[in-house]
């Protein structure tokens, strides 16, 4: 298979996603959020073309959507990783050392904040909060949560995501 032909398989089932939501929510409007989702788990973020791409299954203004899009911060908006590892860095986390594990990501495999590995593995998201006080310090990679880290924790971990 071409690329233009997985490419057109990729938007045909994007189309029938977004189509099937439309059947599922009460307005377009309710629609929007879980379709900007779907197409930026197809394509790894929300380029102006991905935007675009809602617009048309949608019949809603691009701008409307880009507007929807940069209002919520867990949308992103430039190419990320294959794996998204987002670490807490509210105060249960910080008093359990996770200043120790950003330290680490960096030394271990260069990633910081905001970054991207240069194999295009892992991007690396500080977030305030991820409901993880119990057993901190804690992280989510790409939905999946885990508590009570250490580096060498970190380490298996991230082996699973290749």
């Not at 959507?65 to 908006?77: D, E, L, N, P, Q």
């Not at 249960?92 to 295009?120: H, M, N, Q, R």
Request: charged share 25%.
């Amino acid at each position: 298979m071409t690329r233009e032909e997985m490419e057109s398989k990729d938007n045909e089932t994007l189309k029938d996603k977004i189509t099937g939501m439309k059947r599922t929510y009460p307005s377009i409007q309710s629609v929007l959020m879980p379709a900007l989702y779907a197409v930026e788990q197809s394509y790894g973020w929300l380029s102006q073309d991905a935007i675009q791409e809602v617009s048309n299954h949608t019949g809603v203004p691009a701008a409307e959507i880009k507007g929807v899009a940069t209002f919520y911060s867990m949308y992103r908006h430039e190419p990320m990783g294959r794996h998204l590892v987002q670490l807490c860095t509210n105060v249960s986390c910080l008093i359990a050392g996770v200043e120790d594990l950003v330290k680490f990501l960096d030394k271990k495999y260069g990633l910081l904040p905001g970054g991207t590995t240069k194999d295009g593995r892992l991007s690396l998201c500080l977030m305030e909060c991820i409901g993880a006080c119990g057993n901190p310090p804690a992280m989510l990679v790409d939905g999946d949560a885990y508590d009570n880290l250490t580096c060498e924790a970190i380490e298996q971990i991230l082996e699973k995501y290749e």
